[in-house]
Structures are given as C-alpha cells and as structure tokens.
C-alpha cells in the first residue's frame, strides 16, 4: 500500500516564479489546472492545445464531471480521496459558483446487497428514507424505498467549465494557443506535458479505457445533483446539465475503440429508466465515447525529468483531482516539494 506522503526536498526548483517561460501542452482538465496555478503564481505561461476552442480531440470534454471522492472510495486507491479532497477546496476557490449540491446514490431492490456494500466502502453520507429523498429531489418521489445522501461532493460540467477555466488562465497573465502543437523539444524553459493518451510516445504504458454515455434531453424531470444507480457492473449515472439535459454515464471497458455499443446503450438508458420513467420520454442527442488515460495502476504520476514535467494517468478522476495535482506540480517547481505517492523523478 501506500505511504501517506510526507513534503520533501527534492532537486533544486527548476524554474523559479517569473524568469523563465513555462509552456504547457494539452488544455484539456489536467492543463487547464496547470496553466492557472502557474499563471497565478506570476510565471509566464503559455498554453498549446491542438483542438480549437470547443476541444473536441480531448476526453475532458467527454466526461461526466463528477466532483465525487467518497463516493469513488469504494473503488478507487486512498490517494484519489487525498488528491480529490484537498481538490474539492481548490475547486471553490477558484470557481465559488461550482454546485456542492451533493450526489445521491440509489438502488433497485434486486441490487440490495450492493447497495449496503456500496454504503460499507464509502464515508461522510447520511442515509434518506424516502421522504427525505423525495424532499431533496422532489422528482424522485415514490422512486426509491432510500439513498444515500454525500451532501459535500459537487459536480461541474465539463463543456462549461473549461471555457471558464481558460477565460480565468487569460485573466492570470497567460496566453492559450489553440491549433497549437508543438514539439517539446522546441519549447524554452519549463514544459509540463498534459497530452493525455497522446503522451504516449514518451509514456508507452498509458493505455485508454473507453467510457461511453448518452445525452438527453427532457423537462419532465429536475434534478438538483447527480444520482448515482448501483449496477453490479459499473457505476452508472445520471447528471443534471443546465437547459433541460442530462447526461446518462459511464460505461468502463478495456478498449480503445471510440464507438458506442448497442449493449452499452441499453444499459445506460435502462439505468436512466430505473432512475425514473419519464426518461422514457426524453429526447437523445448525443451518444459519445472518451479514452480514459490510465496507467497500469490507474494512478495519476507526475514524472519530472528536468525541465520536462508530465503530468498524466488521471484515468476516471481527472475532473475530481487535476486542481490538487497542478498544486504539487507548483510546490515542486517553487519550493523543490516531492510528494512521494504522485511524483517520480526521472
Ligand atoms: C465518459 C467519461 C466520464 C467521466 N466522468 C468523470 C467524472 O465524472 N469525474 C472525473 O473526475 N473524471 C471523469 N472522467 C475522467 C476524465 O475525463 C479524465 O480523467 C480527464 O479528462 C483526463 O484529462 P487530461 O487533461 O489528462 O486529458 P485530455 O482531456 O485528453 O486533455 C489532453 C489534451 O491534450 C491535447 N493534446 C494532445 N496532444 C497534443 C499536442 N501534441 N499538442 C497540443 N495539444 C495536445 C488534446 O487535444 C487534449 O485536449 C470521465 C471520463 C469519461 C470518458
């Protein structure tokens, strides 16, 4: 297992606030992060994203946007509730108007047993019988016998928050170059690569866990947070988005092709199903695929070669934890901090 990670001395900074330019490659979560926290520093930052500014070439936009370290404790490594924690606080610091409504979590009778797991694994949630559920989500009355509540996670929605996230990099004193791909080599000074899966040319053990979802659309029914359906194979979903949609997410299969199967479909239309009949009524606007960048651990790794810093491997928590990792990332540069569990010195 892991050690808790105390702060260390590592190699002297490698570029000290504002003498040196720092470039970034990759726009999506991961670098969005980066490109702030360096720019509010007073370093001199400089974004390079390949897509335009809609960023449809990255799995940032693809994602569900779920704020949610309890909930993914049930299956993810401790570091992950670290990380997203100490995320959670950076989250509303920079963004006060993210939505800390909390998710719920729910199940069908037949999943019971699940569902207790479920409640066994994960911390910081209060149970709701259905009165309480139906009190806090007026739509999910009459649904479910009870839930549980995480009242402290968020959510945010990841074709909103990005633009806002470069607008707050401009803000900064940063540049962002969309269209913009450079080579590593050619770039002065600090390069903190956040390619995602394109990394790996320079990290040949990344692979892409594809997770599909679907997008609808219906007034029939509002949700305040994210609702949760307990599946005896993958944790399936249903988030409010602004304007009436919903995404239906995620599908976790160990392949990089990018279509949308008819099987993955029916599940996650089921799930929205199970949630609430009215979905039936929705209309679909989208089905849509992302590869997830994992490591074989699936853990996220900062790999610090000089002035090369990767940071990548944020696999179904890039959302969730990207602001904490560019915080060590600056630490590191700044005050030559080593965070044992998340850095590698190469
Ligand atoms: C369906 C789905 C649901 C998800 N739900 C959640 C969730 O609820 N919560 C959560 O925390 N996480 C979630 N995730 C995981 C999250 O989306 C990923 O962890 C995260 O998007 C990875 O971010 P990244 O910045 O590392 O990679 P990316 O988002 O892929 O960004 C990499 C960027 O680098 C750019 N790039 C690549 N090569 C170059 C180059 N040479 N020059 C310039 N630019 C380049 C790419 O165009 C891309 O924009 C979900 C993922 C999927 C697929």
Redo the contacts with the bound molecule.
């Keep these: 297992m892991y050690q808790r990670s105390k702060p260390q001395r590592g190699p002297l900074p490698v570029a000290p606030r504002g003498d040196s330019p720092v470039s970034i490659?990759?726009?999506?979560?991961?670098?969005?992060w980066q490109a702030l926290l360096f720019a509010q520093a007073g370093h001199h930052v400089t974004l390079?994203?390949?897509?335009d500014e809609a960023?449809m070439?990255?799995?940032?936009?693809?994602?569900?946007?779920?704020?949610?370290p309890y909930c993914?404790s049930e299956i993810a490594e401790p570091i992950i509730s670290r990380l997203?924690l100490r995320a959670l606080d950076l989250w509303r610091r920079e963004l006060p108007d993210t939505p800390f409504n909390g998710s719920l979590v729910v199940a069908h009778s037949r999943d019971r047993n699940d569902f207790e797991r479920f409640a066994r694994l994960t911390s910081d949630h209060r149970r709701l019988d259905a009165k309480a559920l139906a009190e806090l989500e007026p739509s999910l009355e009459g649904r479910f016998r009870d839930a549980l509540f995480f009242a402290d996670e968020g959510?945010v929605e990841?074709r909103r928050v990005l633009p806002k996230l470069h607008e707050r990099i401009i803000a900064a004193g940063g540049t962002i170059k969309f269209n913009?791909?450079?080579?590593?080599a050619d770039l002065e000074g600090l390069v903190i690569d956040?390619?995602?899966?394109?990394?790996r040319d320079t990290q040949p053990e990344l692979r892409g866990?594809?997770?599909?979802?679907i997008l609808i659309e219906t007034d029939e029914i509002k949700l305040a947070r994210?609702v949760r359906l307990i599946h005896p194979r993958w944790p399936l979903?249903v988030?409010p988005r602004e304007d009436n949609l919903f995404?239906l997410?995620?599908?976790s299969i160990e392949s990089e092709d990018t279509g949308v199967s008819v099987r993955s479909a029916l599940e996650l239309l089921g799930a929205a199903y199970a949630v609430h009949p009215a979905f039936a009524e929705a209309r679909i606007l989208e089905f849509?695929?992302?590869?997830?960048?994992a490591f074989p651990d699936n853990l996220p790794r900062i790999a610090i070669d000089k002035k090369h810093v990767t940071?990548?491997?944020?696999?179904?928590?890039?959302?969730?934890?990207?602001p904490a990792l560019a915080e060590l990332t600056l630490n590191y540069v700044e005050r030559g901090q080593i965070d044992n569990e998340v850095m590698r010195c190469v």
């Design positions: 490659i990759g726009a999506g979560i991961a670098g969005a390079h994203e390949r897509s960023m070439l990255s799995t940032s936009h693809w994602a569900g946007g779920m704020l949610a993914e997203g959510h990841p913009s791909e450079p080579a590593p956040c390619r995602g899966l394109s990394a866990v594809k997770g599909e979802l994210p979903y988030i995404m997410g995620a599908t849509g695929s992302g590869l997830r960048p940071v990548n491997g944020l696999y179904r928590h890039g959302f969730l934890i990207a």
